[in-house]
C-alpha cells in the first residue's frame, strides 16, 4: 500500500519529531528541509504543509512521522515492512509437512 499525498500532506509542526530525534543538528536540517520551498514557473514558493518527495531526507521524516502506525499495525499483531510511505503487509502462512 502507498499513503496518499503522505509528502503534500506533512504538517510542518515539528512537536512530533523533537519527541523522537534529541540530536539538534539533525532538527536543524529537518526543519531546513520542510521550510525549503517549491520552485514553480522559476520561483520559489514557501510551502505550510508538504515535503519533497524523492530526496535524500525525505525517508527520515517520515519514518518518524509514521513510527505511531507501526506501533498500531505491530500492537494489532500485523506483520510488515515500510520503508517512508510504501507498507506492505504479509500475512501468516502456515505449511504441513506430511
Known amino acids: 500500500m502507498d499513503l496518499e499525498k503522505f ?25 531546513a528541509y520542510l521550510n525549503a520551498g517549491v520552485m514553480a514557473d522559476g520561483a520559489v514558493g514557501r510551502t505550510k504543509e508538504g515535503a519533497p518527495q524523492g530526496g ?19 500492537r494489532r499483531g500485523l506483520r510488515f515492512a515500510r520503508y517512508a510511505d510504501d507498507c506492505n503487509r504479509f500475512g501468516l ?3 504441513t509437512i506430511i
Not at 525517508?59 to 509514521?66: C, E, F, K, V
Open 56 to 74: 535524500p531526507l525525505s525517508p527520515l521524516p517520515a519514518n518518524i512521522l509514521l513510527d505511531d502506525l507501526d506501533k498500531e499495525l505491530t
Open 93 to 95: 502462512v502456515t505449511f
Open 7 to 31: 509528502f503534500t500532506r506533512v504538517n510542518h509542526d515539528m512537536a512530533r519529531i523533537t519527541r523522537k530525534v534529541a540530536d539538534k543538528h539533525v532538527l536543524k536540517l529537518i526543519r
